[in-house]
């Protein structure tokens, strides 16, 4: 499809040109302001299988030329929504070396560091997440924010490589590890609302839960995620640092966000 960007002439305010779901309904992110919520005491703990994976599988991570993503095995999925939805990539929105304000979704205005979403795709009704991606049930992503804190080990097992991806397009495969281990604790808490893609081509196709904790890693784990990777490809003399990927909050309209949290 058209290229896009985060910045500049293709930057968000000109994704509806070419990608007109962009300029549509139930886009995301949102602003999670108190007076939008409402508590459902129905939304159960999310409960993820398989994700402790075993260090003899591999993943593929790779700089996109938009985040980095770790590519994710199909058998591990959300076993609490009301259909199966499982695992196909991870990637994270960040932002600058000196902007500790990279999250896509927010909480009453504040932005955290950054943010990670893991991608679902409906696998009890499309075969892939190609075929789900523009379906209204398609998707279910789970939204982490990353917060500046405690060194964080779990991150550590990739973040170690992305001197090795660099540039746009480049990827390399890595051991797997357990993934379980980068989400938050308290999986009860947490955002629940109807929205779409962050990134064209901005599909409303997204059930939306984030974590209402977020996870923490060191500044100097951040500082490598937000100075290490290029939006260039490597042959380009011209480089573009890959930094401030993420879209600002959308028009809630009279969309409600549930939260499965009293206070
Ligand atoms: N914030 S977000 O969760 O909405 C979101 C992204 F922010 C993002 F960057 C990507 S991407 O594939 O890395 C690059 C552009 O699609 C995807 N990729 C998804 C969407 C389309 C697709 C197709 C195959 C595999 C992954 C994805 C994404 F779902
Ligand atoms: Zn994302």
Not at 94 to 116: D, I, R, Y
Not at 117 to 125: A, M, R, T
Not at 155 to 177: C, S, T, W
Request: proline share 6%; with cysteine.
């Amino acid at each position: 499809g058209a290229k896009w960007s985060y910045n500049g002439p293709d930057g968000e305010h000109n994704w509806s040109c070419n990608y007109p779901f962009c300029g549509g309904a139930f886009q995301s992110p949102i602003d999670f302001q108190t007076h939008l919520l409402r508590y459902d005491s129905n939304l159960p703990p999310i409960q993820v299988q398989n994700y402790n994976l075993s260090t003899n599988e591999q993943l593929t991570l790779s700089n996109n030329g938009h985040s980095v993503q770790l590519s994710l095995p199909s058998h591990m999925y959300i076993s609490s929504l009301p259909h199966k939805y499982s695992a196909a990539q991870l990637h994270f929105h960040w932002g600058s070396s000196n902007q500790l304000t990279g999250s896509e979704h927010t909480v009453n205005g504040k932005q955290f560091a950054g943010e990670m979403h893991v991608v679902h795709f409906n696998s009890d009704k499309y075969p892939n997440i190609s075929m789900a991606v523009d379906k209204h049930d398609g998707l279910a992503v789970l939204g982490v924010f990353i917060a500046i804190g405690e060194f964080n080990p779990a991150f550590e097992k990739f973040f170690k490589y992305l001197n090795g991806i660099k540039y746009r397009d480049q990827k390399i495969q890595v051991p797997a590890f357990n993934i379980h281990a980068l989400l938050p604790s308290h999986l009860d808490e947490y955002y629940r609302y109807d929205g779409s893609l962050t990134t064209p081509p901005c599909y409303p196709s997204v059930l939306w839960t984030v974590f209402r904790r977020p996870v923490t890693i060191s500044q100097k784990q951040f500082l490598a995620l937000a100075t290490a990777l290029y939006a260039s490809y490597a042959q380009e003399s011209a480089t573009v640092p890959l930094h401030g990927n993420y879209r600002k909050p959308q028009l809630a309209d009279n969309r409600v966000v549930l939260v499965s949290f009293k206070d």
